[in-house]
């Protein structure tokens, strides 16, 4: 299965309630609970726990997944061997190696067989069934053959898959809409695609036209405008129309995120903003990407958060 991770900068965190967030985990004699407010409302009393969505959490409690509600109800029962949170109703859950989504009540809406599911995107979910990936609906319905070597999520309507090794593009109703031509390649992101051909990588749009050359050692996908490219082992940004707005200079480049990029440099981390200006200084062992103005990072060998001014608060002992 392709790592699409990296292709898909949003995550389940982002698509979360303020509600929700509000319950904060906390650890106690390297047990887990939860917070709000400042104050105890679940007890620490879990080996591993989620963080809540649509008003329950994933939660482990000896070496078995279940859910509970915001007063610790248990509301799903502790049978999975793994379970996340839930998203649009549905939750990814986990059986002896095998994979399928519940509903709130529990209630298997995809069946627990198959070696692989993804998220939900656009409606569809890849599926891995012996060997081969196809795509199910919300329902659980096989809507998309699962017939491909490979595949990822569906975004922005498209979804990447693979036969005989080489890559090329269905849309929702599995029809074939660019050929597969290329040896690598990453999902749609503001309307371009990286794709790897002849050991090169530029970018096409939804039609398939290459529109930024195929002259790169490596590229990334479109965040805020700008996708991070790789030439001579450095790593630089360029705009939809193949200019070089910020040199390839740097040895490790992530996406943009509100208007910030981490960056690396003699193996300090810093951030940069969209023309290059070197806003928090490289002190940085490692970094995250900016969610509502703060970032995780770790300075010194402590664990923290900073602003986008790079003030540094240390997490609590």
Known sequence: MADYNEGN???????ISEEDKKYERFEEHWKYGFKKDGVIVI????????YFSEGVVAVERDCMWGYIDTAGNTVVPFRFDFARPFIDGLARVEIANKFGYIDHAGNEVV????????????GL???????KYGYLDTAGNVVIPIKYDDGWDFNEGLA????DGKWGYIDRTGKEVIPFLYDEIWQFSEGLAAVKLDGKWGYIDRAGNVVIPF???DARHFSEGLARVLQNDKWGYIDRSGNEV??????????FSEGLAEALRNDKWGYIDRIGKEVIPFIFDCTSE?????????????????DKLGNFTPDEE
């Open 111 to 122: 069946p627990i067989i198959y070696d692989f599911v993804g998220d939900f995107r656009d």
């Open 215 to 217: 002259k790169y050692d």
């Open 160 to 163: 990447a898959v693979s036969i």
């Open 246 to 255: 910020i040199p390839c200079k740097y040895n490790a480049a992530e996406a």
């Open 9 to 15: 900068k949003i995550t389940v965190r982002k698509l």
């Open 43 to 50: 007890p620490a009393e879990y080996d591993e726990v989620w």
């Open 125 to 131: 979910a890849i599926v891995e069934f012996d060997e």
């Open 290 to 306: 900016f969610e509502n103005g703060k970032a995780a990072v770790k300075l010194n060998g402590k664990y923290g958060t900073i």
